[in-house]
């Protein structure tokens, strides 16, 4: 289990291919910023006139984002989103593709939005690598959602996995694109000063990942605390995962926006304090199990 001195909680967060559609009516409730109908007034003209939000997403990394049996997108980010949608009176579609794809498609205009547990940092907000230099505009994120990354191995820990210095001389899979693949680069000069070099499988998605960690492959997989816990819990993973060690680098899932709409930024995060303040969104989360990763106000790059 984690270490709940390590859970995220509200006060950090306060700190700190085709179109797949949701629709619903719309909340009664009325919001801040000048109420229900005047963020609606808000919405940028192209998106009111659609009157749909096209939102990227890989929905293959369950339970934040995934198809359903009946190929819908479900999870956390599908039903938040509708909920957004709901209130700010839009239809919403998700657009599956590879995780690597969403904030480039963001920056392009291909898509109004993404959520896809895209974990919100300062390197995206500002579009640099890791030694500062640019390499693309960046992005703004609505932070959601507190999380961090976990060490996944199979059931027994055979290896005795228990923090990143362990992984050395070793294999760890990933998805590649994500801040967990960040992480395993930056550990492999750790690894190498130590005499025992680590190796990387970057793959296109986490169940390839779980597939080599469960096949013996790959030692470890790294991803999000509640995708992890639902991989230890989960049916159909049939009990051959487990966490190793406490979580790491805790941080905050953001819903992805382009720099230049700032006033769809403004609506999305108006209207997620809404649904934070009427209590929809601590049933959502509470629906999947996850309530200790709420966060208490809809924050604006908060991530480091």
Known sequence: MLDDSRTPSRLLAALGAGGLLLSGCASA?????????????????QIKKAGLLRIASNLNYAP?????????????????????????GLKVTFVDMPFEKVIPAVQAKEVDLAMSAVIDTKQRQDGTDEYGRQKNPGVDFIDYFMTGTSILVRTGNPLGINNLDSLCGRTVAVQRGTVQDELAQRQT???TKLGKPLQIHSLDTDDKALAEVAAGTAAADLNDYPVAEYNTKSADRGGRFQLAGGYLQPGPYGITVNKESADLRYVVSKALDQLIRNGEYDKLLAKWNVESGAVSSAVVNGGL
């Open 64 to 88: 934040v984002d995934f198809k359903g049996a009946d190929g819908n997108p479900a999870g956390i980010d599908p039903e938040l989103a509708a909920a957004i949608g709901r209130y700010l």
């Open 189 to 191: 000069a750790a690894c």
């Open 29 to 45: 409730e009325v919001g801040p910023g000048g109420g229900q109908s005047g963020l609606r007034a808000r919405i940028p003209e």
